[in-house]
C-alpha cells in the first residue's frame, strides 16, 4: 500500500483529536473530497486488503456503497481475516472491527433519519459476526453495547447462543463470557441465574483478572 493511499485510509486532521482512527471522524471533519476519492480507490483497486479498508472506512461513515461492498467482502473471509490482530493476546481481531465499523454505521444513517432502514441492513452482519464468535476468540462487545443502548430485542436469542456456547471455554474466551452474562443481566435475569445455578457458578467466577 503506497503513502497515499495509507493516508487515505487513516489520516486524521490535527484539530479531530478526539478520534483514534479515520472512522472515528465527525461527518464536518470528512471533506466530500475524501469520501469521493476512498469510493473512486474502491472501485479501481485490485487488491483485497485495500477493497476491504476503503469498504470499511466508507460504512464507518454511514455511505451505503461502502456498507455493501463490505459485505460483499465478507463473502470471501480468506480476503479480509488477518487484518487486524488484539494487542495482547495476538489473534485475528478482524471481524472485532467489522463489527464496530458495522454499529458505528448504523449510528451514523441513524443520524440522517434512516434508523429503521439501518437497523434492518445490519443485522444479518452482525448476527453473523455473533455466531462466528461462538468459535472464535475476538470479543462482540461493539455488538453487546449496540444491542443494549437500542434496546433492540431481535439480538437476545443470539447472544443467549452465545453464551451458551462460550460459558464453559474460559481459557478461550475470558471476557467474552463475563460481558455477556452483564449483558443478558439487563434483559433476562431468570436465564442468567439458571445458567449460574446449572453450572455451579456465581457471576464473579467467570470475571477475570484485570488485563487477563
Known amino acids: 500500500m503506497d503513502s497515499n493511499i495509507y493516508g487515505l485510509l487513516n489520516d486524521i486532521p490535527e484539530h479531530a483529536d478526539y478520534a483514534v482512527e479515520a472512522g472515528d471522524l465527525d461527518s464536518e471533519d470528512i471533506p466530500q473530497e475524501r469520501v469521493d476519492a476512498v469510493r473512486a480507490l474502491l472501485c479501481r ?52 472491527h467489522i463489527l464496530y465499523a458495522l454499529t458505528q454505521y448504523y449510528a451514523n444513517r441513524a443520524e440522517r433519519g434512516h434508523a429503521e432502514a439501518a437497523r434492518a441492513e445490519v443485522f444479518p452482519l452482525v448476527s453473523k459476526m455473533i455466531l462466528l464468535a461462538n468459535s472464535k476468540p475476538f470479543e462482540i462487545t461493539a455488538a453487546l453495547d449496540f444491542a443494549k443502548r437500542e434496546r433492540y430485542q431481535e439480538y437476545l436469542p443470539l447472544i443467549k447462543d452465545h453464551l451458551l456456547s462460550i460459558v464453559d471455554s474460559f481459557e478461550i474466551h475470558r471476557w467474552k463470557i463475563y460481558d455477556a452474562i452483564v449483558f443478558l443481566l439487563h434483559f433476562d435475569i431468570e436465564f442468567v441465574e439458571s445458567l449460574l445455578k446449572q453450572k455451579n457458578k456465581t457471576i464473579d467466577d467467570f470475571k477475570p483478572k484485570h488485563g487477563a
Open 45 to 96: 483497486t485490485r487488491d483485497d486488503k485495500e477493497r476491504f479498508l476503503a469498504a470499511k472506512l466508507l460504512t464507518h461513515w454511514g455511505c451505503r456503497d461502502g456498507f455493501m461492498a463490505l459485505e460483499k467482502c465478507m463473502e470471501k473471509p480468506e480476503s479480509i481475516e488477518g487484518n487486524y490482530f488484539h494487542r495482547l493476546h495476538g489473534y485475528d481481531d478482524t471481524y472485532s
